[in-house]
């Protein structure tokens, strides 16, 4: 079958990916931005890659008409956008008019689980995009699901966050709601599985794994897990702000997914009973061995897709590719280059740049700048990386996201996504045995100016380290 795989770089797409294409499906992957989509070499043949944004219904003519099932995978609410669910919305009714036009014959939608009368706004926006999605003339089938957990998922890093951050923790009475937690693997074996399923079709079935737990349960399972002592102490005084500015200094989250998040997790998402895991032969993981195998794929550093790496900035918009050309004029520029001793011990160094390693020179430098974008709601250095050893455009690596990397040419590109008075650019690239180093910043009026100079004393210590661990042989 000819499948449309949307979202195809998001954290369920990507996953979801390889397992239609070792079926035999012929998959068009329709993307924001094709320069951060990468195409497994082994299935080149079977996939084909077309931009797209729902939000725009001009630049969806590029869909094939010949498309036989389609998933739709779009979700904004990691956008820093407040008014995510009219984006969503909005979304839903161009693809629903567009695909309405072609010869597809059914959409498959992960949604979230809707079982109360009083929705949180992220919730409540799922479901409306469901009842868009169904007035196509497609027939729909809905899968809803609450928490998942998988190496790189929202859920699982948050919550990873709090147990081996906090040894003890205040929580608001929120941490007592119930929940049903699913396996990543669980979430994609369903996806595949209603395809060839006719019970399916025009239905919706709410999926999750074999527990039912609170959120506090799940946080001190997963600390016995880790063989963590933690201990928890809920208040019925922490409001909903202050629940969101906790989960926002404490995690990787950003402050408006903090948001969102809290106003779920007042809602009780617990699955309506059906019969499609045996229907379709699925043996659902417990929520402990879902974090173990969680926990595999990180140790072996094989985290396919992290939730971090979605396109969540304003900045960023345009996509990729608008951003890889350095802008050349009205720009500060410290430029810096010495010789390597060893170019391919170099080119290690910087393609484990930021996250575990840090940054090589004045860490506690780079963890103050990160505090203090935290404060005025920036993303921080928190954020760490998808992989100690890999890294692919569109990553997002600490404070910065990746534009381009190319480990055969040794070159990394990096761009900020820090609160700043401008723009500004971080490259790194090895030619003829020198290390290149290039900080680019294009102020924005004359704050962008000021802040220049304010931080242009900190570069020579900062920078010119860096620059040198960077060439260093390795130890």
Known sequence: MKILLTGANGYIGYRLLPLLARLGHTIVCCVRDKNR?????????????????????????NIPKDIDIAYYLVHSMTSSDSDFDSIEKRCAQNFTTYMSQTSVKRVIYLSGIVNESQLSKHLSS????????????????????????????????????????????????????????????????????VINHKGTIAKSFDIGGPDILSYKDMLLRFAKVRHLKRYIQVVPVLSPRLSSYWLYFVTA???????????????????????LAEDLQIKLIHYEKSIHIAFDKIDQNEVV?????????????????????????????????????????????????????????????????????????????????????????????????????????????????????????????????????HATFRPLGVLGRVYWWLISPFHNFLFEGMLKKLASKSS
């Not at 950003?254 to 998402?269: D, F, I, P, Q, R």
């Open 37 to 61: 989509f990468i195409t497994p070499d082994i299935y080149r043949s079977q996939i084909s890659v077309i931009e797209g944004d729902f939000s725009q219904k001009n630049t969806l003519s």
């Open 126 to 193: 799922r479901y409306e995009v469901e009842k868009t999605l169904g007035d196509g003339t497609f027939s729909l089938t809905t899968l809803r699901a609450g928490i998942i957990v998988g190496s790189g998922s929202a859920s699982f890093e948050i919550i990873r966050d709090l147990v081996e951050k906090l040894p003890f923790m205040v929580a608001p009475k929120w941490i007592k709601t119930r929940c049903q937690p699913i396996s990543i693997h669980n979430v994609l074996e369903f996806l595949v599985g």
């Open 253 to 275: 989250t950003s402050y408006t997914l903090a948001k969102n998040l809290v106003g779920s997790m007042s809602v009780e998402v617990v699955c309506k009973p059906n019969s």
């Open 305 to 437: 897709s992290s939730w971090k790496d979605a396109l969540n900035s304003n900045l960023l918009k345009k996509g990729l590719s608008s951003y890889i050309q350095i802008p050349q004029y009205g720009c500060f520029k410290d430029y810096r280059k010495t010789v390597v001793i060893s170019q391919n011990d170099s080119i290690e160094k910087i393609w484990k740049i930021g996250g575990k390693t840090g940054w090589y020179h004045a860490n506690w430098l780079w963890k103050l700048r990160g505090f203090m974008d935290q404060l005025v709601g920036g993303v921080g250095m928190k954020r760490g990386r998808r992989s100690l050893i890999d890294i692919k455009a569109g990553d997002t690596l600490d404070c910065w996201r990746v534009l381009y990397a190319d480990k055969d040419e040794g070159r990394l590109l990096l761009y900020a996504e820090m609160k700043l008075p401008g723009e500004a650019w971080l490259e790194f690239f090895i030619k003829d045995n020198m290390l290149h180093q």
